[in-house]
């Protein structure tokens, strides 16, 4: 099936998930740092759900995907995990179902499908062959990423923006090289980011959901391990890496977000740091200590961050590519 069928049918179910989820107006919570605490619905992740199922279904009708291993590991993670963190959206999952989901998933479905696991590359870093190997990187990126997105995502726009940036790398080398599966698996990412950001830019009407923050953060883990770009991947993404480990070392361990100590609080809709003892160390605190502000100057806040993060990772690929080494 050609590519542009399989983006028009994906991008369409993507768009339709979100008009029916606005006019649903299903699983609504308080946007609490708006005036009246407006009530926005929390299902952004069928958004995501609906591109990449479609995307898969029609992959595997129009080719055998039985014996590509990352293919299906990339395609079906996110509807895994999305699914979970729909049902976290209306109920309450343990949070180490939800981490054990996203490190065991992959690799049941990499050793179930068997053969060899070829090679992973990381630009700088090196190749990756050994079994040993692929499957501790498979669990510490998926692990990683579909729980740190999660936990950035706390104002308007910054996790679907950020994820608009995380794709132009591979996006251009994708084209650049005449890589049709890079992208498709770029796109995959992208098109539902950009459907996403429309709707959760600030003042939001639709929040990503659980379902839509481990969804993406699964993209996000096959794109780094299977797109021969992760090293690049993984500096524009930092901030998350940076974020996570500000959460857990604070909060010593892995815990759900209703479990930690605020890292801050709101006066008259400003933003100020939690300093009491015990308080969770985050960005979002990071960004307002030395001065609070509203919503939108911790977005603009996030915004900067991740525009520093992604304008440098774009020149060390250019750097990369002129020497030939992506």
């Not at 609504?28 to 279904?57: C, E, M, Q, R, W």
């Amino acid at each position: 099936m050609e590519l542009p069928i399989i983006i028009t049918a994906s991008t369409l179910a993507s768009i339709l998930a979100a008009y029916i989820v606005l006019k649903c107006r299903c699983a609504l919570v308080p946007d609490v740092h708006k005036p009246n605490k407006p009530l926005i619905p929390k299902l952004g992740g069928l958004v995501v759900l609906a591109y990449v199922a479609v995307s898969f279904t029609l992959l595997s009708i129009s080719r055998d995907l039985t014996n590509s291993m990352y293919y299906v590991v990339f395609y079906t993670t996110p509807i895994v995990l999305g699914v979970i963190g729909i049902v976290d959206d209306f109920t309450h999952v343990h949070e180490f179902l939800r981490v054990g989901a996203s490190v065991l998933y992959p690799l049941i479905i990499l050793l179930a499908m068997g053969g060899k696991l070829g090679y992973l590359n990381f630009p700088i870093i090196g190749h990756f062959s050994n079994p040993v190997v692929i499957i501790v990187l498979t669990i510490a990126v998926y692990g990683v990423f579909s729980n740190a997105i999660n936990m950035m995502d706390v104002v308007n726009g910054v996790v679907p923006y950020s994820m608009i940036l995380t794709s132009i790398i591979p996006l251009a080398y994708s084209i650049m090289t005449n890589n049709i599966t890079l992208l498709q698996m770029t796109l995959t990412l992208l098109i539902p980011s950009i459907i996403l950001f429309a709707f959760n830019k600030y003042p939001a009407r639709l929040f990503n959901g659980n379902g839509g923050t481990y969804s993406i953060g699964a993209l996000v883990a096959g794109l780094m391990l299977y797109s021969g770009l992760g090293t690049l991947i993984l500096l524009v993404t930092v901030p998350y890496v940076i974020n996570g480990l500000l959460i857990v070392v604070s909060s010593r361990g892995i815990k759900s977000r209703e479990k930690l100590k605020p890292s801050t609080y709101m006066n008259d809709f400003i933003i100020y740091p939690n300093l009491d003892k015990g308080s969770t160390l985050t960005l979002m605190k990071m960004i307002v200590t030395d001065e609070p502000g509203d919503e939108r100057k911790v977005i603009r806040g996030f915004y900067m961050v991740f525009n520093v993060a992604t304008a440098l990772t774009i020149l060390l690929f250019i750097v990369l590519y002129i020497m030939g080494w992506v």
